[in-house]
């Protein structure tokens, strides 16, 4: 990716609010995946594993950041392995020593309230007035962003219950329900691709949010409106790579869901044709489709990225490639602490509900500090002006591969 001399990204890794950065070296980035890549043919996601890190299959061999001694004695591999253990025993005590409602009873209330609010949404749409109309699709918005981005996301991570059973029919309902798409396919992107391998070139680098044929404002303000078109269109290509058991329930799930909210406008809300009634589904469901967009690319992109061969231990990965954005009331009930200010958290610890994320919050941060490694931090303001302005850089070409040094 050219870059000029004077900029500081052609030397290291961008980091927001890290203590280290790292080297760009050359050599082939392989090409971005498009939007929705699916699976490998005939791979499934059995048991939605969380903590899951990928295998030598890829010719994986990680590397120790620096490679310098390590004033320890340990072999550099075993520190990182041991500084991960250490977080994770710490977090583990929080998890043990918290509820049930902590655990889970928090975010399965927010989700319960959503479910109420649903028919005080569809009766404000009778309304020709027009508060209480944009009143409804307001609450409707809200509602199809908790369900389908907060609902979803800890659906796919079984962060909802302590059954695995259990945890795949929430991942049915609201992934295939709720988001039209398909569970089996969603699970494996997010789970598998994007946290095994978060911003290695060509797998977990968020590449498939880049659609580099379009320029800044189009992409940043106006694409983001077809989301709801584009995600069944996405699913229906990608049931090609599931069994036709799984394709023919995420079919029904997929239609019974687009049908029961199209219904509800006609028959409920009181619409008096089809178009305007499928008008008021996509602005419903395009509410916070940009923050949406932008959130997804703002934590990873610009951050460093990695070679599948050249990747780090699982501490300094999710440590040096995930950023979190500050809370915010509106976000964090619709899309979930995990998904907005607890982000490092999460890919840290990816099985936790988003109600801990935030209750651990202040010991990752703490500890990562306190052991100079990264902890990204960054306002949506200021990601949002960064990736206008270095939009060619970040979204069109494939950002460069990052060799880490400095971190002891």
């Not at 050599?27 to 939605?48: H, I, K, Y």
């Not at 004695?73 to 977090?91: I, N, Y």
């Not at 869901?257 to 809300?269: A, D, E, I």
Request: with cysteine.
């Amino acid at each position: 990716m050219p870059l000029e001399d004077g900029d500081p990204a052609r030397r290291r890794g961008q980091q927001v609010n890290g203590e280290v950065s790292g080297t760009p070296r050359r050599g082939g980035t392989g090409d971005p995946l498009p939007w929705g890549t699916p699976a490998p043919s005939g791979s499934r996601t059995e048991a939605m594993a969380e903590g899951w890190e990928p295998g030598p299959a890829l010719g994986d061999r990680d590397v120790t950041p620096g490679g310098a001694p390590q004033p320890t004695g340990q072999e550099p591999g075993q520190r990182e392995e041991a500084l991960m253990a250490e977080l994770s025993e710490l977090v583990q005590k929080v998890v043990k020593s918290s509820s049930w409602w902590e655990r889970h009873g928090v975010d399965i209330s927010i989700l319960a309230c959503s479910f109420l609010l649903l028919p005080a949404g569809f009766l404000c749409l009778q309304s020709a007035q027009a508060v209480p109309f944009l009143a409804g699709v307001f609450t409707l918005g809200m509602v199809h962003h908790t369900l389908t981005v907060k609902g979803s996301h800890l659906a796919s991570h079984n962060a909802l219950t302590e059954s695995k059973s259990w945890g795949k029919v929430w991942a049915i309902f609201f992934i295939e329900l709720c988001s039209a798409f398909t569970a089996e396919q969603a699970t494996y992107n997010h789970v598998k691709i994007h946290h095994g391998y978060t911003n290695v070139i060509g797998l977990g680098d968020s590449s498939t949010w880049k659609l580099p044929f379009l320029n800044r404002y189009i992409y940043m303000f106006i694409a983001p409106l077809a989301v709801p078109i584009i995600t069944p269109l996405v699913a229906l290509d990608l049931l090609r790579n599931v069994e036709w058991k799984a394709a023919l329930r995420t079919l029904c799930c997929m239609f019974l869901g687009l049908y029961c909210h199209y219904w509800l406008l006609l028959h409920v809300s009181g619409f008096q044709s089809p178009w305007s009634a499928l008008l008021c589904m996509l602005l419903i469901r395009s509410l916070l489709a940009h923050p949406y967009i932008h959130v997804n690319i703002f934590q990873h992109i610009g951050l460093p990225m990695f070679a599948a061969d050249r990747k780090p231990k699982r501490i300094h990965l999710m440590s040096l490639g995930v950023l979190n954005l500050p809370r915010n009331a509106l976000l964090d009930w619709s899309f979930g602490h995990s998904l907005i200010s607890c982000h490092v958290e999460h890919h840290l610890f990816p099985c936790l509900s988003d109600n801990m994320c935030l209750k651990i919050k202040p010991i990752v941060s703490q500890y990562l500090k306190q052991k100079k490694l990264p902890y990204n931090e960054d306002t949506y303001a200021s990601r949002l002006q960064l990736f206008l302005q270095r939009y060619e850089e970040l979204m069109v070409h494939a950002p460069p591969i990052t060799e880490l040094v400095g971190i002891q």
